[in-house]
């Protein structure tokens, strides 16, 4: 089964060879000095330039060293004593549901923290916060009681921002949206997939393109909008909000085939996008008892990387999550988290072309 992988951005042979040796630093394979760049060079089979470069980084975010400027570099003090030594004890990774029920992506990044981290306490604790506008006194109580070093909020929300930002210990959004917080975001752009699966759609020849939005926040209702006007605008295509970004209260399959229904009866699309797997099952139990198949009456995207996409017929043309590089920037976050303060650290998403998406009719 053919398919076409296309990176909206692609690593850098720098930016492979310090992920390479960043991991190796973390697990312990050189405990005392580092090997001379130019062995480095030969068995990874890549230039000194680029080795001494990737090292260059690694020396600046503080996991090598050197006693002078013409000794060889060493795994710094911080990892030689369990990445990070006392500074990393106790980390709470924070979901709004149970991790049997959270997306692969989300149990992968927290296992992969669990297994770089083991001279700290990587703790999961959950608590039902996404369709809240306040903090759960339950998650109050945890970090009062626990006082974790570094607490990481997996799809937060801006009521659990600004109460963040009270409680003494650096605060991490690992998805979601901090608001005017000011706290530090990790995260896929929402608006960069949406504009790459409109454009691709586009040239598919479709026009009648919906993106239901099940219990979305307001803010990120408006930037998906704007996205959706400003490409369709390009396009010379006519917008409708009620028709095109249906909006669903909450994130339950009732609502989304009951917005499906509203859509289909005002006029069938002849695509659909989806924020997740959840959603695109209850959409194809939707298309079947319509009599609707995929891609021949409706084409199919959906954001979320799912396992499940490549064993469904036809595979689903979806994003890639980049695990490892969210694992890489949560641990550099960890270590420097006073040098990147507030900013939005950025990933970037893979586009993986299955067959669910054709033609327009």
């Given at each position: ?7 909206i951005t692609s690593l850098t042979l720098t930016d492979s060879v310090e992920n390479h040796l960043r991991q ?331 067959l669910s998406i054709g033609r327009a009719k």
């Amino acid at each position: 089964m053919a398919r076409n992988e296309k990176a909206i951005t692609s690593l850098t042979l720098t930016d492979s060879v310090e992920n390479h040796l960043r991991q190796a630093l973390l697990e312990g394979l050189w405990s005392d000095r580092i090997p001379a760049i130019r062995l480095i060079a030969a068995e990874l089979g890549v230039s000194a330039s680029t080795v001494s470069a990737a090292l260059g980084r690694l020396k600046k975010e503080g996991l090598v060293s050197s006693v002078t400027s013409r000794s060889r570099l060493r795994p710094s003090a911080n990892v030689r004593q369990g990445l990070g030594g006392d500074s990393l004890k106790r980390i709470t990774f924070l979901t709004h549901t149970p991790l049997h029920s959270a997306s692969p992506v989300i149990n992968d990044v927290y296992r992969e923290l669990v297994k770089r981290l083991p001279a700290a306490k990587v703790r999961h604790r959950d608590c039902p916060f996404f369709d809240s506008n306040q903090v759960p006194m339950k998650i109050k109580r945890m970090i009062r009681e626990e006082r974790p070093d570094f607490l990481i909020v997996v799809s937060g929300r801006p009521a659990i921002a600004m109460w963040a930002r009270e409680c003494g210990i650096p605060v991490l959004f690992f998805g979601g949206d901090p608001g005017a917080s000011g706290l530090p975001f990790l995260g896929v752009s929402s608006e960069e997939m949406l504009k790459e699966a409109l454009e691709r759609l586009i040239a598919l020849g479709h026009r009648r393109i919906v993106l239901p939005l099940c219990g979305r926040m307001e803010a990120t209702c408006h930037k998906l909008r704007k996205v959706f006007e400003n490409v369709f605008r390009t396009h010379s295509i006519p917008f409708s909000e009620g028709y095109s970004t249906p909006y669903v209260e909450h994130r339950e399959p009732v609502g989304l085939t009951s917005a499906l229904a509203r859509v289909w009866s005002a006029r069938p699309p002849s695509a659909l996008i989806l924020f997740s797997w959840n959603e695109f099952v209850a959409t194809s139990c939707f298309l079947r008892k319509a009599g609707l198949s995929i891609p021949n009456d409706v084409s199919v995207i959906v954001f979320e990387d799912h396992v499940s996409h490549d064993w469904h017929d036809p595979v689903i043309t979806h994003f890639r999550y980049p695990t490892e590089a969210a694992v890489q920037k949560l641990l550099r976050w960890l270590r420097s988290w006073r040098k990147i303060g507030g900013s939005r650290i950025s990933l970037q998403a893979e586009w993986i072309e299955g067959l669910s998406i054709g033609r327009a009719k």
